[in-house]
């Protein structure tokens, strides 16, 4: 076990144990001590603490030989790698048994905490758990120690401009780009770093690791998506609702509601919002628009109970995203459905790779006019409305950390024990596979 910022030994003198032990004199008589120092007399106390001093002298020397015999079994057939008594107290033991995943930060980021070393995998009881994760690239004597090295996508324009990067890079590593965030938000247009990622851990289903939003499963609870062909089940073939769950969607009165906190997007979202706003107010119906974007209110600290009342009361959710990229759909589609309402999407992706037919209304192929009568006549035909609800007796939808077999970050450690390391491919077309055609003219 590897324990940072903490040595391995710590000094036990021998005053200390004898204090430990209590072997002193409580009663100081100076007559008497004299007397012990000029005669030696072995009485039962001072025989007492010879043998706890001659004990605590063993402990030491058992306890580095102990150490010693630990640090033999290590790894240290790496090249980079030796057993180091006096390497800085900053260093930890490399362990050939771990992999080293460090984070390359830019330092001129607000430090965010979370937990570091191999706690986040073993607390996510992930299949593979030998991944030590931190952002000290300095914390192993030597950087190629580091299996995998992740570069955040946000971070790319001070990296290019800075020339904030690893000084040098060894063949077995992993250089990966990471991002959660939009393509089409978060352009990357140098050159630079064409053939310079080993590995792409994005929302791009294309990725070498997808990072993932949502998780899908059938019903033997197997993952079956999201992937770019997916084999739906007809929405005709589809069981029908049972009468529990049509019973649970009368008690629904609101047409829609919408949580959102950005209210200028690169999707300009909030303009299609308005203008269904006017065409909804035709069929006298109202969106609920829910946080910084509207006038209600729904704090995260109740997200809960806010979802209860989507569950309740809403006939659709707006998952509208912020960004329109191809593939980028995020978690607030789940909002939806994991709450019995239908999904109104907006996005740039590809939504047959997400979702069934007949499960959700797209917003940009019906636009504002046409999706708030398509809404207006869901509302009003309980049959019709049912109906997009069949897909929840074969398919479910969850978040990626529910589960340590979709967890990103297991898929991470997984990755980094089962991919092999003695090649160095990268990907000589960054650019062009990370960007939209638009951004980098």
């Not at 329109?324 to 999407?345: C, M, R, W």
Request: net charge positive; charged share 25%.
């Amino acid at each position: 076990m590897i324990f940072r910022g903490m040595a391995f030994h710590k000094h036990i003198s021998i005053s200390h144990v004898l204090r430990n032990n209590s072997c002193h004199y409580t009663n100081h008589d100076p007559t008497r001590m004299f007397f012990f120092k000029r005669l030696f007399i072995p009485t039962k106390l001072t025989k007492l603490c010879y043998a706890l001093i001659i004990s605590a002298l063993m402990l030491v020397i058992l306890c580095r030989l102990h150490y010693k015999h630990k640090m033999k079994k290590l790894d240290v057939s790496s090249e980079f790698f030796q057993d180091d008594e006096n390497q800085p107290a900053n260093f930890i033991p490399y362990d050939g048994n771990l992999r080293y995943i460090v984070r390359w930060v830019n330092p001129t980021n607000k430090i965010i905490e979370y937990v570091d070393g191999s706690r986040l995998f073993v607390m996510k009881s992930c299949s593979w758990n030998n991944c030590y994760l931190t952002d000290n690239s300095n914390i192993l004597n030597s950087f190629s120690g580091f299996s995998v090295v992740l570069f955040d996508g946000p971070d790319m324009n001070y990296f290019e401009t800075s020339k904030h990067l690893p000084k040098a890079r060894s063949q077995h590593q992993k250089f990966v780009f990471v991002s959660g965030d939009a393509a089409s938000s978060l352009p990357i247009c140098n050159d630079m770093w064409n053939d310079y990622f080993n590995w792409t851990w994005t929302y791009k289903l294309d990725s070498d690791m997808v990072w993932k939003y949502i998780v899908i499963r059938d019903v033997n609870g197997k993952i079956i998506g999201p992937k770019k062909d997916m084999n739906w089940i007809k929405p005709e073939n589809m069981l029908p609702v049972d009468s529990a769950f049509i019973m649970k969607l009368r008690t629904k009165t609101k047409i829609a509601a919408w949580f959102a906190s950005n209210c200028k997007t690169d999707s300009q979202r909030e303009n299609f919002v308005k203008e269904l706003e006017v065409y909804l107010s035709e069929y006298n119906l109202e969106l609920d628009i829910y946080g910084d974007c509207g006038k209600l209110n729904c704090p995260r600290v109740i997200m809960g109970r806010c979802l209860e009342m989507l569950e309740k009361d809403y006939f659709f959710y707006l998952a509208f995203e912020n960004a329109l990229s191809e593939d980028y759909v995020t978690d607030i589609l789940l909002h939806a459905l994991k709450h019995d309402t239908v999904p109104v999407v907006f996005g740039g992706a590809n939504y047959t790779r997400f979702l069934p037919d007949n499960a959700y209304l797209n917003a940009q192929e019906y636009g504002p006019e046409g999706l708030a009568r398509r809404m207006f006549e869901l509302m009003h035909s309980p049959s019709k409305y049912q109906k997009l609800f069949r897909w929840r007796n074969h398919y479910s939808y969850h978040s990626h950390d529910e589960s340590p077999d979709s967890d990103n970050f297991c898929n991470l450690c997984a990755a980094a024990n089962k991919y092999r390391f003695d090649n160095d491919l990268r990907k000589t077309n960054f650019k062009s596979w990370w960007n939209t055609k638009d951004k980098c003219k």
